[in-house]
């Protein structure tokens, strides 16, 4: 007999009271993030920003979205949910600051088969903290309860963000001439990039995440590799509204080789001396085998960021970012040629008898 009682959408296995009760909790997490142009309440049908209350006459609007990728899976697997949200808005924000503009707001998309509320509100708890860090407000969002499109306890996450610079005030790359220096910023880790081969790996070694780090003692393998993604909004804003920054490359997937020529003129080519490969990229690089040239389109490899500053700014934007808080050192030049990176590493660091020379021309 064919069944004729009445469906819900609890019965197709979607909880609107379970989402509403999220709504409730997260409610605080987002209030926490108001700033100037935004009240950050939730329940809206979208959220507003004013950017004059923001200080803004006549800005130009910078958008970007991105997602956290396989790093999820780790998370989802350790049962480590509270940094995830972190990397959500980094790889989103970091990309707006690249372009001079500063982080003004943000909404996410949380999608899962079932809703957990408590992890749903770790991640979001990671998304307001990551806000906090890059001055922006989490004004909306949306959380997609889709039976049968998830496996159980999977989830995934898109992030967006924007920003906004005022008209004349934005890097396009136009100030980058031959002479000036590349200064790279120190990464928290392997960031949001990467993870599919770092799985890979960690299938081939049979590393146990909860064991410490082959690298690091003082915490476990899975720890170090959830370390979320460094926020470079705040120590770098005040160096580019001075002035002082002439480009500045995020380096996600693709390393220097593809992300630096993205801000380079024609005329202009990136000379990269590597630094050295930190612990984690250099045990990933051994366990997999990993070549150079290989290691350096994959992973930001310890360098998260570079600017390009004039040489006689170089001092002082180190130390301006040193003095925030940020690992920064001098890690190359702009020289004349052909657009594109080349990217020198020195004997014996990175798995390598001789220097080798990797080059993209873009």
Known sequence: MTDKRPLTYADAGVDIAAGNALVKAIAPLARATARPGADAELGGFGGFFDPKAAGYK????????????????????????????????AMCVNDLIVQGAEPLFFLDYFATGKLENGVAAR???????????????????????MPGMYAAG???LAGFAVGAVERGEQLTGDGVVPGQLLVGIASSGAHSNGYSLIRRILERS????????PFDASRSLAEALLEPTRIYVKPLLPLIRAGRIKAL????????LENIPRVLPTGSRALVAAPTLPPLFDWLRAEGGVAAAEMARTFNCGTGMVLVVDRSDADAVIAALVAAGEQASVIGEIIAGQKGCEVHGAPGQWGETAAWTASHDA
């Open 58 to 89: 006549d800005p130009l609007l910078v958008a970007a979205n991105d997602g956290v990728g396989t790093k999820l899976k780790l998370a989802i697997d350790t049962g480590r949910h509270d940094t995830v949200g972190i990397d959500l808005v």
């Open 123 to 145: 991640v979001v708890a990671g998304i307001a903290q990551g806000c906090k860090q890059a001055g922006c407000a989490l004004i909306g969002g949306e959380t997609a309860e």
């Open 154 to 156: 999977d989830y995934d």
């Open 206 to 213: 049979g590393a146990d995440l909860a064991a410490p780090a």
């Open 249 to 256: 490359a995020h380096i996600t997937g693709g390393g220097f």
